[in-house]
């Protein structure tokens, strides 16, 4: 069964430092993998897309790389902003078109 | 452009009482649909998913239910609803099955 865990559960980091999130997977067989940003009460915002045969992807300050034969994922936002507050969730497309997501990382940035 | 709706933003409902939840999907032909669910303190899990109308696949045996009616229409049903059926249910679509997801707003459920 695909479980997918995301590190650290929480950061916070002042304004215009740049940082990463981490998410692994037990299972190299993903179709795809997607990062989401989930605001306090609200739904998910797609934030990126990397599928199973790319390395990585960048939007923006945002860059997402994927290293499926070891399982793992980083998103990178760099120059932190307030604004970047916000639960970003990482979750991995199996074959079957399920998403399995991980628990999240609740970021935090200081003005 | 493609726009989803959820309603009721917010419902609380007493153990025992049915559950109607509304989904629609505006500017698209038979996308595939979802239902999640989040608890507090757990991740996403999904619930049902739809790949047009009257198929409904379940992930997870539990007294909900989904249908479609139409083929922008996903509704969320319960017979008699549980303490633990309280959480944050989100649907959302796609053009293809391994697509980007786009989720609605989401409706917080509490059940007393």
């Known amino acids: 069964k695909q479980e997918v865990t995301q590190i650290p559960a929480a950061l916070s980091v002042p304004e215009g430092e740049n940082l990463v999130l981490n998410c692994s997977f037990t299972d190299s067989a993903i179709y795809n993998l997607q990062w989401f940003r989930q605001d306090p009460g609200k739904g998910l915002t797609s934030l990126l897309l990397?599928?199973?045969?790319?390395r990585e992807q960048t939007s923006g300050r945002l860059n997402a790389s994927l290293d499926k034969s070891s399982g793992r994922s980083t998103l990178y936002i760099a120059a932190s902003q307030p604004g970047d507050s916000a639960t970003y969730l990482c979750a991995v497309m199996e074959y079957g078109n399920k998403l399995v997501f991980g628990a999240g990382t609740i970021l935090r940035v200081k003005s | 452009s493609q726009t989803i709706h959820q309603w009721p933003a917010t419902l609380v409902q007493p153990v025992g009482s049915p559950l109607s939840l509304e989904c629609t999907v505006e500017?698209?032909?038979?996308?595939?649909l979802y239902w999640y669910r989040q608890a507090a303190g757990r991740g996403l899990q999904l619930l049902f998913y739809s790949v047009g109308i009257g198929q409904i696949s379940s992930e997870v045996p539990q007294n909900l239910s989904a249908s479609r009616p139409q083929d922008w229409q996903f509704i969320l049903s319960s017979k008699k609803l549980l303490l633990s059926d309280s959480g944050f249910y989100l649907c959302a679509w796609s053009l293809d099955g391994a697509d980007t997801q786009y989720f609605g707003p989401g409706t917080r459920l509490t059940v007393l």
């Open positions: 990397i599928q199973s045969s790319q």
């Open positions: 500017g698209t032909s038979n996308p595939n």
